[in-house]
């Protein structure tokens, strides 16, 4: 894989299927899990396929550790089989302070080296949990998107956003399926209740261990991605969005504000985030086999276990 400082300089590599599982190496995927390493992906029939046993490995036996989205950039830092050792610059990460790291299949990485992903370039956001998006025809149905993914905008019509694809060509969303922006700065930025609403969208999407998109979260999935669509860019693990944003007193908590859970009735390891609901309850992606549900604390386990709050949002002024 070796190129010039020049052609390095030019060159980017991005996600070219809808979702893109991080792997923990280049050789944890199993033989069941062929729909999600391969280009097409068919995510939805993965996931069909898992049983509860087979879904519960992914996290017991560390085999994912997050996922991309269509269109989003990733480092290369070597390569090995059919594999290539990326960094998510996306995901911020106390794993690497470049971003998340992990392995993704060579085959669901495109590289360019004319991508308009930047400030200052119109920007279409998918708002969607899922959205198709279609030839620039309007006829045929290319791939099903995920909530949140990005691409530069070329041109909008009444009715429709067309965009420009990561293999260079061009395709076309439902503008009821998605948001224009001017760049990726002028995402606007929302209040702790309209991070609440967006996750409301979400009730009874399956818990998927590293889930970030339309067809399963995790739990700190979940909170990055409702955060992220309401312009806040946090940490993607829950032990490093409790480091950041600004410490909330257990008293004091509003809608919105990210609650953080430990073992030993909150005096041991963190493991689990979730969104303040309001009135005592939780919005959160609870584990395998659960769906995405809002729970009234009190008397439960998370009450117990609940040891910090952190806030992301602003309120207007701010």
Known sequence: MYKSKEESALSKYVINVPVATIWTSYDSARKLDEKATSNPTDIRSWLDSLNFETSLELCDANLIQSQ??????????????????????????????????????????????????????????????LAPLFSTTGEKELLELSFQTILPVLERREGTVKVTLPDGTAGVLRASDSSVYDGLSAIPKGSGADIVRTGERF?????????????????????YTMCKANGYIIPRDAHDQAKEGVEVPLDAL?????????????????????????DGKLLHSPKTGKDIEILPMENTIYEKELCAARRYWQKDGE
């Open 203 to 223: 009730l009874d999407l399956p818990y998927l261990w590293g889930g970030m998109s339309g067809y399963g979260m995790d739990c700190s999935g979940f909170s």
């Open 68 to 129: 991309l989205l269509y269109g989003q950039e990733v480092l290369v830092l070597e390569e090995k089989e059919d594999y290539y050792h990326i960094i998510a610059l996306t995901q911020g990460s106390s794993k690497d302070e470049r971003g998340y790291p992990g392995w993704v299949p060579k085959c669901q990485i495109t590289e360019v080296t004319d991508w308009k992903l930047t400030d200052g370039c119109p920007v279409a956001v998918v708002t969607s949990n």
């Open 254 to 278: 509003e809608p919105g504000d990210l609650l953080f859970f430990a073992y030993e009735e909150g005096k041991g390891k963190l493991h689990h985030v979730g969104i303040y609901y309001g």
